[in-house]
């Protein structure tokens, strides 16, 4: 059995699987055709409801159009073709992606950073090692602070930089400096001046 031989076995065991249970269940042909008689009475007494309440109607026809809408959404974007594509590609290629592990996957998305080059016959080696960091010389330390990992750890390290301030004392800030806390809360200070 070649591989792309298998949808249409399928097709054709599923086409003589219905075939079987026609057979088997004639009798469900007057289930069916009951069903589809009380389907189209629902129908009927929906649409006698919406002809009553015009703003459910409205609501109905709008509905219609949304479902309209992503129906001509889903035609213009090519989603079934897409489907067919990445089912295409998983069948080609999931059983690859399924079994690689981390270091698979990271490792063929890393640039090679060692080159050896060995040529006996001019009698030359020559090694190329490109480090993460610049290193300008050898007689300095590495620039390990500017490697991007590094930087970024540190950009996420100063969103916690400590402050002498608190929560009260944002809260304080938004509160008249006179005004005591308990002219706050009720019962409230007042005076009335009567004439």
Do not use: C
């Not at 919406?50 to 709008?62: H, R, S, W, Y």
């Not at 989603?79 to 999931?94: F, P, S, T, V, W």
């Amino acid at each position: 059995m070649q591989s792309t031989d298998w949808p249409s076995r399928v097709r054709k065991y599923v086409i003589r699987a219905g075939q079987f249970l026609q057979q088997k269940y004639l009798d469900l042909d007057d289930y069916l055709s009951w069903i589809v008689k009380i389907k189209s009475e629902i129908a009927v007494i929906y649409q006698g409801f919406l002809m009553e309440n015009p703003e459910l109607q409205k609501g109905a026809e709008n509905w219609q159009k949304f479902v309209a809408f992503i129906q001509w959404s889903y035609s213009y974007l090519g989603i079934n073709q897409k489907m067919y594509d990445l089912m295409a590609l998983l069948r080609e290629r999931g059983a690859e992606l399924w079994r690689q592990t981390v270091t698979d996957a990271q490792m063929r998305h890393t640039l090679q950073k060692t080159m050896f080059r060995f040529n006996p016959e001019l009698g030359a080696i020559e090694l190329q090692q490109k480090l993460p960091f610049p290193w300008i010389s050898l007689d300095e330390t590495p620039l390990f602070h500017e490697l991007p990992e590094i930087q970024k750890v540190r950009s996420l390290l100063s969103l916690f930089k400590p402050s002498n301030t608190s929560t009260m004392d944002l809260v304080f800030s938004y509160l008249p400096r006179q005004q005591q806390l308990s002219s706050l809360l009720p019962p409230f200070k007042s005076i009335v001046n009567t004439n």
